[in-house]
């Protein structure tokens, strides 16, 4: 079965800094490229980075980039977010997902939610100011 699991989403305080985790289950990442999005309430959910199956290839969205590192650790089945600098805007529930597409570098199709086909359940990030 495959299966994301998100965790160490919290209340930090603005211009502090969280390591979000996921682990996966059921598949490989040579087989997957993940996206990390969020999702603010009242808001449409939205990409804030991506690391390729096809060659490691990563992106951010602009509004992270310089703050946001994506990276994985293929011994521990797990991918990382972590994020620095934070800002109350960052405030959202964040979510990893994965597809099995990959797309040419500096593509916006790995920041577009319905590219994605499995999806992890979320955690709160929650940034005060």
């Known amino acids: 079965e495959v299966q994301l699991v998100e965790s160490g989403g919290g209340l930090v305080q603005a211009g502090g800094s969280l390591r979000l985790s996921c682990a996966v289950s059921?598949?490989?990442?040579?087989?997957?490229?993940i996206g990390w999005f969020r999702q603010a309430p009242g808001k449409e959910r939205e990409g804030v980075s991506c690391?390729?199956?096809?060659?490691?290839?990563?992106d951010y969205a602009d509004s992270v980039k310089g703050r946001f590192t994506i990276s994985r650790e293929h011994t521990k089945n797990s991918l990382y977010l972590d994020m620095s600098s934070l800002k109350p805007e960052d405030t959202a529930v964040y979510y990893c997902?994965?597809?099995?597409?990959?797309?040419?570098?500096?593509?916006?199709?790995?920041?577009?939610?319905?590219?994605?086909?499995?999806w992890g359940q979320g955690t709160q990030v929650t940034v005060s100011s």
């Open positions: 997902a994965a597809t099995k597409q990959t797309y040419y570098s500096g593509s916006k199709e790995y920041f577009s939610a319905s590219n994605y086909e499995t």
């Open positions: 059921g598949f490989s990442f040579a087989e997957n490229t």
């Open positions: 690391i390729s199956r096809k060659d490691g290839y990563t």
